[in-house]
């Protein structure tokens, strides 16, 4: 009796144990924002490259599919430059007017107002700036219906002005394709400020290859050449298998490696939804230790929760986009002669424009997840 006693006693005492080092094991992945400090996968050399670029008087175009993590990577590289920076992403922004009041924003957390309002003063169209009693920033508007191109020339002479070529601010311009749908001539206006201006490093971002190609590499476009050309591809998989299979050894001591590689196999590589699969294994790993396949049961979570999201995201494709999709998703195989070809790189591309295909060395489904839901109703 005494025996069976002190092995429940063990027992329940391991199980406490167990519990609370679950509790104090933090999970060591992030995905879904921008990704910093210790969660940042490696791109060593690509961080060291922008941050010795943007010391000169140069600027640079990064190119890379959605959630490829370049806007982490050059969050880091700004860091490391100790510079001066301001950001603004283009899809967050609804009007030339609103661009406008978003640098202005942005640039009010790096240079307090109290220190440049006679500058503000001599803008043409004066900005209405109120503070924020939530949150204790800025918040910047203008009149409507006001001039927006002098909204935004008055917003970047300011930013220009009150810096130097010793002290040189770098401006960092997410999703910048979006220009296009902002207004048709805002390239055009864009590129007038910008080819005076000696006091800003510009760093363009863009997902949209075709579209950021043609704004930057076209002869009649008016950002021709405007700087650096730089993509951003996914990460080498002996890099990313390390930096996996380094932070997974403390859920899984005996198989880490292994683990790492089916990851890897099953995300091709891609740095948001590699780090998502990892996430959610490393919980499954804490919480549910009896489980054999972790990987597996990992997928099952994310397909089941997104079920929904996916369901509507098929509804609203056309037959021709769900053959191409579903083609990505099995083999990856469209020359099979049930479609033009035509017909099918034209919906091939536009499913590229819109995110859901990307390329590297050839064709696939930018979300393994969905392709995983694609493939279990085919």
Known sequence: MDVIVEICIFANDYEKSRNEKSRNMKNP????????????????????????????????????????GKSSVVAKAVKQSGRKSITVNLQQVTSVADLSAKLLREFFKVHPIERIRHLISHFRIIPTITTNAITGTLDV????????????????????KTHSQQDRIIVVLDEFQEILDLDPRLDKKLR??????????????????????????????????????????????????????????ECFPNNSNEIADRILDYTFCHPYYSQQLAANVWNIGVLQP??????????????????????RLWMNFNRTNKWILQRLAKDGMLQTGEHRTSTVYSALKRLQKDGYVIYTNRYELEDPFFREWIIRGM
Do not use: C, W
């Not at 910093?36 to 990064?62: C, G, K, M, P, W």
């Not at 949209?208 to 990460?235: A, C, N, V, W």
């Open 141 to 160: 508007s203008f009149q409507p219906g006001v001039d927006a191109s002098v909204l935004l020339e008055d917003v970047m002479d300011l930013i220009e």
């Open 29 to 68: 992945f992030k995905f879904g924002t921008i990704v910093e400090e210790e969660y940042f996968t490696d791109r060593v050399e690509e961080v060291a490259y922008i941050s010795r670029f943007v010391d000169s008087a140069n600027h640079l175009i990064l190119i890379s599919p959605r959630r490829f």
């Open 290 to 311: 009896e489980k054999e396949d972790v990987i597996g049961t990992a997928i099952d979570y994310i397909v089941t929760t997104h079920g929904h999201d996916y369901e």
């Open 192 to 249: 007038a400020i910008m080819q005076n201006q000696k006091n800003i490093n510009y760093i363009l971002l863009g997902s949209q290859e075709s579209m950021m190609t043609d704004i930057f590499e076209k002869k009649k476009s008016p950002f021709y050449h405007f700087g650096e050309l730089m993509r951003l591809g996914k990460l080498p998989r002996e890099d990313f298998h390390k930096y996996l299979s380094e932070r997974l050894k």
